[in-house]
């Protein structure tokens, strides 16, 4: 595997609308645990995330991290990959509905 470098981190207009303050995202962002997609997680979570995956239609995932969240709100990760690299994507998750909040673009040197 080739080393990777962090290119960009994009917000989305819908996170800020949830709520998400950026610091807030970014000190999550980097205490990251990220785990295989196989294996037991939290039920709730685990729904949220397979529906993020469906519904944006995220190829090639390879890992996700459930966070305990900001404030009321969950935090996950989903890392997927692309022809040009991998890209992290975090949703959140009010409860009754989930929404992408940022995405972190890593590309081949």
Partial sequence: ???QQLNRIDFTEVGKKFGFKKSAVLREIETAKWEPVKG???FMQACAIQEAINQLRIPKVSMVAVHS???SY???GIR???KQGQ???FIGDDGTSIAPV???RYFDK
Wanted: charged fraction near 15%; hydrophobic fraction near 40%.
């Fill in 40 to 42: 037991n997680k939290p």
């Fill in 80 to 82: 997927a990959h692309y």
């Fill in 69 to 71: 969240g900001i404030g």
């Fill in 102 to 104: 940022c995405m972190v």
């Fill in 1 to 3: 595997m080739t080393k």
């Fill in 87 to 89: 890209v992290d994507i």
């Fill in 74 to 76: 969950g935090l996950y």
